[in-house]
């Protein structure tokens, strides 16, 4: 029977290498496709030893991935591409409509663009999955250990509404030779940007007019519609403090209700009431306090522009997204805020080479990988993420040409077995002839 085992030997042989050629090919065919993983057919001693003696044995087949090792990156001047450095897989789902605890599979594939709805999604037809940042800008509690708290990644129609502006600064220089003249001159004008309830722009108007009397200005406000009041500022002419406003008098409120103006000598703030709405909006703007530099002075030279900080913002739309090596989707508004959208987790598992394959470079949980943890890129084992690329497929091609000549020397050398033990088989038949 030894002659048949060696038979058998070389059909196990022909059957694992021509396995081995099947991997090398899907990998060649591959080497260009985004996010591919390399598989290999090892060789495993299959056979077996009884109590005579005897033994049949051959070779068998167990295919290996190579999951764990990065292709190279690849870049494409796409924001939503992106790229997985280190450990960690895509969250993707190919029917967005379902619910988003079924049909979720990983993958490399990062090549991720907006489709018409807003939803990014890469080349191969899924879908990004994440989680939501909420209003407050926090993820609050999600489950890493299930898919219940994912949902589709979208970048479309995206708005940011606005803040009512409640205090604003002005500070800037006033010159003193303009003051003490018989016949003052004009003005010196500044515009007062401020939003809204609804987060719309308005504006508001200071006046600076120079007084007769030496060191000393009227301060008007007012808006297109109302004059809301003045106030005299005096400014130090000498001492530690010379250039700071001195006082304030002359305070003349000439809104009126439900529009309103007030003004606190103290602190060198105004309060303005300001009929914008059913209910009005209420507007403090320092001017700088007595004796301090942090709002107006007063010093020879020429005029210097108000400089005015106002808080709150206006409403805005999404003009761009950006994408950080955390894994957090950030959001560009045109009024300039930036806000967080979504948080973008990487699936890793204890044995990711455990992982069972499927088409479109996707990959499932199997007993073999162990169970999922949806972790922070860049947490824990988790990789980091690139935007503004592609990883490339983890195939070398000289390796797997390489391969390609051995496996082809391997087969041939199991034909040849197979053939020498037929040539023995037919001497021994022609033994008895």
């Known amino acids: 029977m030894s002659i048949s085992n060696a038979m058998a030997s070389g059909v196990s042989g022909l059957l694992a290498n021509s396995t081995a050629v099947e991997r090398i090919s899907y990998n060649i065919a591959n080497a260009d496709t985004v996010g591919y993983r390399r598989s290999f057919a090892q060789m495993v001693t299959s056979g077996s030893t009884n109590a005579a003696g005897s033994f049949a044995t051959g070779v068998r087949t167990n295919i290996t991935h190579a999951n764990g090792v990065d292709g190279s990156f690849s870049e494409t001047s796409v924001a939503s591409n992106l790229t997985i450095s280190g450990n960690g897989f895509f969250v993707v789902n190919s029917n967005i409509d379902a619910s988003y605890t079924s049909g979720n599979m990983f993958t490399r594939v990062g090549s991720f663009e907006p489709d018409e709805n807003g939803n990014l999604v890469n080349a191969a037809g899924l879908y990004l999955m994440g989680y939501a940042y909420g209003a407050d800008g926090t993820l609050g509690a999600v489950d890493r250990s299930s898919f219940n708290d994912l949902e589709p990644v979208n970048i479309a129609n995206q708005t940011i509404s606005g803040a009512m502006t409640e205090n604003v600064s002005v500070s800037g220089n006033l010159p003193s030779q303009e003051t003490g003249l018989d016949t003052p001159g004009d003005a010196f004008v500044s515009s007062v940007e401020y939003y809204n309830a609804l987060g719309e722009a308005e504006y508001l108007t200071l006046s600076f007019q120079p007084n007769t009397t030496d060191d000393q200005w009227v301060v008007t406000i007012s808006d297109d519609t109302t004059e809301y009041g003045s106030v005299t500022v005096d400014f130090n ?197």
């Open 237 to 433: 002419d000498s001492g530690a403090n010379v250039g700071a406003p001195a006082s304030y008098s002359d305070i003349v409120a000439n809104a009126a209700a439900p529009a309103g103006f007030a003004f606190d000598p103290a602190t060198g703030e105004m309060t303005l009431t300001i009929d914008n709405a059913d209910a009005p909006q209420v507007v403090t703007v320092s001017l700088g306090a007595p004796d301090s530099f942090d709002g107006l002075t007063q010093f020879s030279g020429d005029y210097t522009p108000m400089a005015i900080e106002a808080d709150g913002s206006e409403s805005g739309t999404l003009s761009r997204v950006e994408f950080d090596e955390f894994g957090d989707v950030w959001g560009v508004f045109d009024n300039g805020t930036r806000k967080a959208l979504y948080s973008i987790p990487l699936a890793t598992f204890a044995n990711p080479n455990g992982l069972e394959t499927s088409n479109n470079s996707t990959f499932a949980m199997s007993r073999d990988s162990g169970d999922f943890y949806l972790g922070q890129a860049g947490g824990g084992d988790s990789g980091t993420l690139t935007s503004g690329g592609v990883e490339s497929a983890n195939v070398d091609i000289a390796e797997e040409l390489t391969s390609l000549i051995q496996r082809q020397r391997a087969y041939s050398s199991n034909a040849k077995i197979i053939t020498t033990a037929d040539e023995m088989l037919t001497e021994t038949v022609n033994l008895k002839r």
